[in-house]
């Protein structure tokens, strides 16, 4: 989930906690687990100054090492063991409970997205990426920022978001019943697919998806249950070839491979050189295919430099190639 929406997520953790009797008798305690619950709600997203570095680093490791197994155990303790420093003399052990509840919340709530995270790693290193929630929803975003106005306006703090929280289970069954109509719909048209690639898009109703067969791949945006087509390709696997093989060796492009599942791959002559290119089709918008891997090689199939991410135009990704060669 985005940013803000973990945060108000903490403050969810930290209010229910409030229903916790021992942290309901100690005002200190109550403020000291909701700073926990906050910063627990953040702390495996604090991998994302990877991106200062650059997007191979970040596309290859966001949500992975942070979000593990070893992960949720080991930031309750950092974060408890913090605090305590600072407020000597609280419970430990129930601050730690309801930092540990937010920051496996954090982690399971990303789960849904279409991005997901590696949360059984080290024992799993697939991606977990159930496709039912977009990565900022805005129902589950201002029902939060509702219960927080409610709870301000007088109501019961603990009751209030734990009543949201039941609502919310629903929402996301609901939200798995219309992704599996549209998973079944694909089916039924394609019976012959061996891939069915489903992501959730701002709108409720609206779906992205890419359908594979043995030998086509079908671009497509489903509305409630109807299926409408934009493009489609002829379903290539990555060939053995010289120039294929030497771009597979570039950073970038391993890191897009690593994330992405659903792609086409093209080589192209541009000017004096060459551009192997890669193409996410998960994130068509306006025609465009944004999220991409670029691998620029001279006549000898020598890298000269290379780029993935999102890129909305010819001209910002010539940029970007021209600036990686600097």
Known sequence: MDTATHVVMGIAVGSIATLDPVVANDPTLAQTVMLGALIGSQAPDFDTVLKLKDNAKYIRNHRGVTHSIPAVILWPILITAAISLFVPGINLLHLWLWTFLAVILHVFVDIFNAYGTQALSPFKKKWIALGVIYIFDPFIFFSHVAAIIIWQMGAHQGFTFLTLYFILIFYYVWRFYARNNVYKKALEEHPDATHVFISPSFKWRRWHVVIRTPEMMYVAQAFGEKINYFESYPFEPI????????????????????????????????????????????????????????????????????YTGWIYSEETLKKKLEFATE
Request: glycine share 2%.
């Open 239 to 306: 060939p053995n070839k010289p120039i294929i093989n030497a771009a597979m060796q570039d950073e970038n492009l391993a890191a897009f491979l690593s994330f992405s599942p659903s792609y086409r791959w093209e080589v192209v002559r541009v000017g004096d050189h060459h551009e192997v290119r890669f193409i996410d089709l998960r994130y068509r918008s306006k025609g465009h295919y944004p999220f991409v891997a670029i691998v620029k090689l001279d006549d000898e199939y020598n890298i000269l430099s290379s």
